[in-house]
């Protein structure tokens, strides 16, 4: 147990009522006096569980633990002197509630197990108080803290609406952040303790509202839930997978509509999941593709390979300008191409897309493209941007003075550009 710091852990503890009783655990540990520790632990754990109900009674609104509340009070009301309460309490938070897995509740069994050992005499060990070690101790305070004390209390049957309602409010704030900044935050709130089957039961849930369901809550709310779609799947690949290839047809009843485009997106970026669906949701992917260009551009893994989608999307901008290809649908197959190996063709293809923009508000979408990759650009590639609006009177604006900033990094201020006097000019726009 050398990776357990007690004193960290006890930082932790979700409750600062918690935290504060959690002291005298450390105290008599610390001064060797095991069984008080045990005892005390024990107490602390009953208050914590209590805790936990009453702020997903008062804060959630939720019926199971407003129930389990009112059924323990009557419990203590009817007998103030039993301490049968105690254990109800954890058998009705095990059997109605997802506060508790099977390895937590096994935990505090056994803590509590060891509880009545140490505060009462035994008869057959001559009336002698059972004295813990130090091992077992450390043991129980490690179980308890680390199943029960450091964790919010959210995760119950309410939670899904309780996110439904937290991502709309915030819809706004992370609607144009990286996902890396949602991501974050979902973890910090929900995620970094959730037992799987409430991950499974949101992802399920989200499943069905942003890719089956249409109503004016539903639109409004679809490209942020799509994120945290993304997100989970992200975070806990296998054991999605696992519950999507046991429920095929679940995940299968989808929408043709408008929800097929984000679903789309979806599969782009983990098009093992498409080879999961059964063939009535491939049909109906595959007919979307067909009456619409840009769930075509996304759905690279309906194509032989990627290349062969690239050579797609640049014989259909010959034929008629891409106009509605837009940077989320870059997005979307851009993971796909790096994990390919093929970055530098998608380089290649964004930046011909730009080249060979036909007015000014297809090039300033285009140049999204290009101030996504700049980043990652080395030197050969820069000069291909450079020519991109050397070449175009279209691109001559004032993005080139962005460009321009990224080049003198690249390529260095000492970069001669007369072979690009056009694109010397538009630097003066």
Partial sequence: ??????????????????????????????????????????????CDL????????????????KKI????EKLQKDNPSSPDWEKKLIEFIKERSDLLSTSDYTNIIMLQKHRHLSAHPVLEDNYELYQPNEETA??????????????????SKKIFNSLLED???????????????LERYLKSKYLNHAPEKIVIS??????????????????????????????????YPDLIKHSINNEVEYFSDINHKKPIYFLIGFLSQYQEIYHSLNDSAKILIENSTKQDRINKSMAWFLFPDL?????????????????????????????????AGLESELFNLLIWLYSVSTNEQE??????????????LRKVKMTEVIKAVDSNIINQNRNSKLIKRHSDFILGKDFNYDEYPNFQKSLKI
């Fill in 50 to 65: 209590i805790y936990k109900l009453q702020e997903l009674r008062d804060r959630y609104s939720d019926d199971i633990a």
């Fill in 138 to 155: 450390l043991a129980h305070i490690r179980n308890i803290t680390e199943c029960l004390l450091i964790k919010p209390p959210l995760f």
């Fill in 363 to 376: 090039s300033n979408n285009r140049f999204s493209f290009i101030l996504y990759i700049l980043p990652k």
């Fill in 1 to 46: 147990m050398t990776d357990f710091s007690m004193n960290n852990t006890s930082k932790k503890i979700y409750f600062k009522k918690t935290q504060d009783y959690f002291e005298e655990v450390k105290r008599s540990f610390i001064l060797k006096n095991y069984r008080s520790a045990i005892v005390m632990l024990y107490s602390i754990t009953i």
């Fill in 202 to 235: 949101i992802f399920k849930s989200l499943w069905k509202i942003v890719y089956k369901i249409e109503n004016d809550r539903c639109n409004k709310n679809r490209i942020i839930n799509s994120k945290v779609i993304r997100l989970l799947y992200k975070n």
């Fill in 69 to 72: 509340l009112e059924e323990i």
């Fill in 167 to 181: 991502l709309e409010s915030i819809s706004d704030s992370f609607i144009n952040e990286d996902d890396e900044t």
């Fill in 307 to 339: 290349n062969a989608h690239k050579k797609w999307i640049i014989d259909e901008e010959k034929k008629e300008s891409f106009s509605t290809i837009h940077l989320n649908t870059i997005k979307a197959f851009y993971k796909s191409y790096v994990e």
